[in-house]
């Protein structure tokens, strides 16, 4: 039984996931991030670089009936993962310790592959997808600095990918100011996503 409620709709609130000092994909790039993988349910899932695992558990949430690989290499991100898939009840998920693209090549065929985080191997990773991924399957990339973006662009606009799509989200949030309040601008992200050819 999970400790708190399950939301239906992507984009759970922040505070209701364990944090620590791992970064976590923010709820609003969360919900589009999941809206963009059309997720359904029997998918099986990587999320390599999956930090905290808040879209990790998102994405169980929307394939019941899949599996979700969970890929971090960071001990307290593991730790952290684990203990938040708890809190929301979700059981179809395998949390892995170990670098990408390494610790992707025993994994099942995935159908969607999140990355979050690539420690500067991007372009390995992406082969792995290429190479390992179902037909139709899809790459999404969230990415925080233009190099990465450029990296991605500029492999998920060639084959064996197609259907490039591309945004930048830029959310600002209403916060306390004294007695004011205030829109504080969050990190900028780019969300780009491919499809593998059939």
């Known amino acids: 039984m999970s400790e708190i409620r399950t939301c ?29 993988a059309r997720l359904a349910p029997g998918l099986t899932v990587w999320d390599v670089g999956a930090g905290t695992g808040s879209l990790t558990v998102e994405a169980a ?5 899949g599996h979700v690989y969970a890929v971090e290499r960071n001990l307290e991100g593991i730790v952290l993962i684990e203990e ?3 809190r929301f009840g979700v059981g179809n998920v395998t949390v892995l310790q170990g670098e990408a693209p390494g610790a992707l090549m025993t994994l099942p065929a995935p159908d969607r592959v999140f990355i979050g985080g690539s ?19 899809m790459v ?33 949030r209403l916060e306390a100011l004294g007695k004011e309040r205030y829109f504080k601008a969050q990190n900028g992200i780019w969300i780009l996503s ?3 050819d059939v």
Do not use: W, Y
């Not at 209701?16 to 963009?36: D, H, W």
């Not at 420690?119 to 399957?137: H, S, T, W």
């Open 8 to 36: 239906h709709t992507p984009g759970i609130p922040d505070g209701e996931f364990l944090r620590g000092t791992v970064p976590m994909t923010k709820e609003e790039v969360r919900a589009l991030t999941v809206c963009r």
């Open 61 to 65: 949430l929307f394939t019941p009936g």
């Open 84 to 86: 938040n898939c708890r």
């Open 119 to 137: 420690g500067g191997r991007l372009k390995d990773i992406l082969a792995v997808c290429a190479e390992n991924m179902a037909a139709g399957g």
């Open 140 to 172: 999404i990339v969230n990415a925080i600095t233009p190099s990465t973006m450029a990296a991605a662009l500029e492999i998920l606009a060639s084959p064996p990918f197609s259907g490039l799509e591309g945004i930048h989200v830029q959310v600002s």
């Open 194 to 196: 491919a499809q593998k």
